[in-house]
């Protein structure tokens, strides 16, 4: 078995959908995941946006985001039963969990960096919550085109 893996799905449903139906396009989502060994850890409903172009004569549509942790296999089969709802003009699925190690990555070395930087200077590495938030502080100005 893969490993589990974290996936962000959108899709986009039509103007004229209900509640009811976007419900159950959503219930379905979740109910894979289920059978299949993932999770579906969050969902938003972004509501009804313009569309950038005409999709399917359509010029708004109803924005759902989902995230999931499940393998390979369980996002080809949403993807496959995606297809088939009319109702579902267009949807999307990204892996993330490669950009929230890079982001967590970057995090770490930024805030190692700004640690020392402070201890070089004589002052405690984290800054006390007492000290005001820096605005025009050196240390953002410097962490750019530094490498690490």
Same mark, same amino acid.
């Given at each position: +078995?893969? /490993?589990?893996?974290? !996936?962000?799905?959108? !899709? @986009?449903?039509? *103007?004229? /959908? ?9 219930? #379905?989502?979740? #109910?894979?995941?289920?059978? +299949? ?15 950038? !172009? ?8 109803? !924005?759902?985001?989902?995230? @999931? ?5 369980? +996002? ?23 950009? #929230? ?12 960096? #700004? ?8 002052? &405690? *590495?984290? &800054?006390? *919550?007492?000290?005001? &938030? /820096?605005?025009?502080?050196?240390? /953002? ?8």
């Amino acid at each position: +078995m893969s /490993a589990l893996r974290t !996936y962000e799905l959108v !899709y @986009i449903v039509t *103007p004229e /959908a209900t509640e009811e139906l976007i419900s159950s396009i959503h219930e #379905q989502g979740e #109910q894979t995941p289920q059978r +299949m060994g993932g999770s579906l850890s969050k969902t938003e409903n972004w509501g009804r946006r313009k569309l950038a !172009y005409e999709i399917k004569r359509q010029k708004e549509g109803v !924005y759902v985001l989902e995230v @999931i942790e499940g393998t390979g296999e369980l +996002m080809k089969e949403l993807d496959r039963r995606l297809k088939v709802v009319d109702q579902v003009i267009r949807h999307l699925v990204v892996r993330v969990d490669e950009e #929230q190690r890079v982001v967590e990555r970057t995090r770490t070395r930024r805030q190692s960096f #700004q640690e020392r930087r402070r201890v070089a200077r004589g002052l &405690p *590495p984290r &800054p006390d *919550p007492s000290e005001r &938030p /820096a605005t025009n502080d050196d240390d /953002a100005g410097d962490l750019e085109g530094i490498e690490v």
